[in-house]
């Protein structure tokens, strides 16, 4: 039954997704933060929030495709 | 073992045509994907390039363009207004000291007439005063006379009631010594 | 074999006769005239997606913009929108210099847009969410970039890995690690995309499939208009994101000293 294991390696890869929202959830908190504290310095920086959102994202789509490799390619 | 997969589509399909594994995986697609890919790609750069991009930056710079005239326009149009409010509060301040003038004028002519008038009207009171001020004093002469002979008669009869018999002059001497007094 | 034990599993859950969903299904090329092999040349529904794709770019950017209006049209102002905007991220982001790459960036943009939107309708297929599309677009990136850095710079393209103002000791170090991020670039450019796109629509129908289901279906149906929300963010980010990397790429080849 190596299938069920690959099952539970999906599951335990998905919690990356989890850990990856802890990351966005950093960056747009942090900008926020900092853009209240100077709103005229916000509009400038939403590029390098959003590269920021981006990397961060990627690692967590990362364990997704784990997740998915292991679902349905293993 | 899988003869079934090989018949249709593909080897990343089963029979009931539903994917095995990952179909982003499946390398037998990848050769049609990436030529078509190259083949969207060149076509979207070409349209782009050849076409859209310039068209669009004309468009962009004829309506920068324009909107530099508009604005250049705008501002002579503004300095012209500003010109004519200038020249209108002139003519409203002209206007306005030409019709002080002409108030003061017309004050100063309807007091001279209304001065004459005055007089006029003063002097005709005055006359009307000085007549009528005769006829009082006429009226208070005959008043006082009728007064005095008035008294006489009722001295006279006064007099004659009491049984005394005075002579007319010595009646008269006391009635006017009282009218006096 | 791996493709028999897949086999016998989906077996299994037919015979289980619980719920079946195939959330991958949607991904699968398929020639879009008869049942033949997939060649390289074979039209397929990818194919038909992404002529979709070029034909609606056709229609906001040719047909468009067709008035040439100093007033523009709603369709006109969508072209001038996306044309400003990239326009101004690449004048931004690279410099005065890098504004003669503005027609190959507007094209990734507008691909990888107009894929992603448009894989969002019913039915579609999206081909931003195959992995070997995003890998062609991100390594093609990453190639033209790194010989852009050296033709432009020649061996001082190398400077971009050596920090001068870092402590000596920890040169090395530090170099070795930019090598190695500036080598995943290309990686976590395509995969982010594809994991993007493909994530999405595949949580659509793990959805959909729970929809089937008469007591969680009312759940389901919210979380398919939810997710359907997140999407369209999504889209739009991801094309904006790989855009906007591009640049920051593309100025690390034109200006590597900072």
Known sequence: MEGDLAHIGAGIAAIGSGLAALGVGNVAGNYLAGALRNPSAAAGQTATLFIGLAFAEALGIFAFLVSLLLMFAV | MATETHDAAGVCVDAGGSALGMPQLCADWMPNQIFWLLVTLIAIYFVMSRIALPRIAAVLAERSGTITNDLAAAEELKNKAAEAEAAYDQALLDARAEAQKIVAEAKEEIQAELSVELEKADAQIAAKTAESEAAIAEIRAGAVKSVTAVAKDTAKELVAAMGTTVDAKTITAAVNARMKG | ?258
């Open chain 3, 1 to 258: 074999m791996l493709r028999n034990k897949r086999m016998t599993r989906v077996a299994e859950e037919k015979a289980e006769g619980g719920l079946v969903f195939h959330p991958l299904d949607q991904f699968i090329v398929k020639p879009l005239f008869g049942d033949g092999p997939v060649h390289w040349y074979t039209p397929t529904n990818l194919t038909l997606w992404m002529a979709i794709a070029v034909l609606a770019i056709v229609a906001v950017f040719v047909l468009g913009s067709r008035g040439r209006a100093v007033i523009p049209t709603r369709m006109q102002s969508l072209g001038e929108l996306m044309y400003g905007f990239i326009y101004k991220m690449v004048e931004d982001v690279t410099g005065k210099d890098g504004v003669r790459y503005f027609p190959y960036i507007m094209t990734l943009f507008l691909f990888i847009l107009f894929s992603n939107y448009l894989a969002l309708i019913p039915m579609s297929y999206s081909p931003t969410s195959m992995i070997a599309v995003t890998v062609i677009l991100g390594f093609g990136v990453f190639i033209a970039v790194t010989i852009l850095g050296f033709v432009k710079n020649g061996t001082a393209f190398l400077g971009l890995f050596w920090m001068s103002d870092a402590p000596l000791f920890l040169r090395p170090i530090i170099a070795i690690i930019e090598v190695i991020s500036y080598f995943v670039r290309p990686v976590s450019l395509s995969i982010r995309l594809a994991g993007n796109i493909a994530a999405g629509h595949v949580v659509l129908k793990v959805f959909a499939a729970f929809a089937a289901a008469v007591v969680i279906s009312p759940a389901a149906i919210l979380g398919i208009i939810a997710i359907y929300g997140l999407e369209i963010l999504v889209c739009g980010i991801q094309a904006y994101v790989f855009t906007i990397l591009t640049c920051v790429y593309l100025k690390d080849a034109l200006h590597p000293a900072h």
